[in-house]
């Protein structure tokens, strides 16, 4: 087995389990003039560059500070075409819906395998050059049988954390007959699925004509979770609903949006922290011009919080970790450690895994280096392509 020192830390966030500190400065657990020992791609020493043992190979970061690899917990990666314009009217006044979606699912449908593989490849190298290391991939633009276990089967070509999400919207052809869809996902859609999935999520918005309301919301969570899968939800998006609570009530390990969440809702996530997290998504609101999330009530409050990019061609094309988390510094109140946390161990915490999104003994490798001295930099030096996944 070879063994790699990574060397020249000047500083070192770690994440480090052992402290219980939900909101506090300590929270990150930062190490400085630190060194790594990587072993077949597990951590298998921490601590000061002066108390390193020999390695194999040595890899200098001369000066630079690591971060743990971004947990990027919600996307949309698989999908062609182009909603640029949609994105241009909204900047002028108008709102989103989730109509917009049938366009995209209209482009998906016209590109063949290579094409959404290619698309995803670029996405993914994108992605891996601003620092994210793991990456979760939902379907829902499909939206027929196939079509879904398609875009399943390519989302789990490169990550096994694959979301079935055939309660994306209603599809134009069912609007006078959404019982007849829901019995559809519910049944030959989940089946031909759940092998090809981790996740479930709906769409769970009660006043869109597009999305599922609170009964059919979890109709569709019931069956998936009878069929295996975990769940995860998408609520509280564009006005106030039963997504968080739903979320709460049947154990998803995250609700995600969270643009809209009344007192009630807060105290229920409160009590399931440890079980199902909040996942705010501050590209959306950039993209949609939604209110910004006041992330300070729910981390005061004592949630979970993740932070993911939710990229798609809808509500966030943007693959890039570092611009959420300026973004929720900068709008949503969170200091520049808690939003770091959350977008690698909380991330990490809404995707069940407890193996990434830290720098410990016995977790993956997954590393991120930053051109800086310091992950303040995240936040402080926007738009500058400063961090990359480290190949090791
Ligand atoms: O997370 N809200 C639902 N789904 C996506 C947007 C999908 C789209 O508009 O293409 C979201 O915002
Ligand atoms: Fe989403």
Request: hydrophobic letters at 45%.
């Amino acid at each position: 087995m070879t063994s790699t020192l990574v060397t020249g830390i000047a500083e070192l966030t770690t994440c480090r389990s052992d402290v219980d500190d939900h909101v506090g400065p300590d929270r990150l657990g930062l190490l400085t003039d630190a060194a790594v020992v990587v072993e077949d791609g597990v951590i298998t020493w921490v601590g000061a560059g002066r108390e390193a043992p020999d390695c194999d190979a040595v890899v200098d970061v001369g000066g630079r500070a690591v971060v743990p690899g971004f947990v990027d917990s919600h996307s949309h990666l698989v999908f062609a075409g182009d909603r640029s314009a949609e994105f241009a009217a909204r900047m002028t006044g108008a709102a989103y819906d989730g109509g917009g979606i049938a366009t995209t699912v209209s482009a998906t449908a016209a590109a063949g395998d290579d094409e959404l593989r290619a698309l995803l490849a670029k996405r993914l190298a994108e992605l891996r050059s601003q620092g994210t290391t793991t990456i979760e991939v939902k379907g829902g633009y499909g939206l027929t049988v196939e079509a879904e276990a398609r875009l399943l089967r390519l989302a789990l070509e490169v990550t096994p954390e694959t979301t079935f999400l055939g309660a994306h919207v209603v599809p134009p052809a069912y609007a006078t007959d959404r019982a007849a869809y829901l019995d559809l996902v519910t049944g030959p859609m989940l089946d031909a699925c759940a092998p090809l999935a981790r996740w479930a999520d709906v769409f769970c918005e009660p006043n869109s004509a597009h999305a599922f309301d609170g009964e059919e919301s979890r109709a569709v969570l019931e069956a998936c979770a009878a069929a295996g899968l975990l769940l995860r939800v998408h609520g509280n998006q564009l006005g106030p609903g039963p997504g968080a609570q739903l979320a709460v009530e049947l154990g998803a390990a995250s609700v995600d949006h969270c643009t809209f969440l009344s007192d009630d809702d807060v105290e229920a996530l409160a009590g399931a922290a440890g079980t199902t997290s909040a996942t705010l998504l501050p590209g959306v609101e950039f993209s949609t011009r939604m209110p910004w999330v006041d992330a300070r009530r729910l981390l005061d409050a004592g949630l979970d919080v993740a932070l993911a990019s939710d990229c798609n061609p809808g509500t966030c094309n943007t693959t890039s970790m570092p611009f959420v988390i300026a973004l929720a510094v900068r709008e949503m109140g969170m200091t520049p450690a808690e939003a770091l946390y959350a977008a690698t161990a909380g991330g990490a915490k809404a995707l069940r895994r407890d193996d990434i999104g830290r720098v410990e003994v016995g977790r993956a490798a997954d590393l991120t280096v930053l051109d800086a001295p310091s992950y303040l930099h995240l936040a402080y030096r926007p738009g500058v392509p400063i961090a990359r996944a480290f190949d090791l």
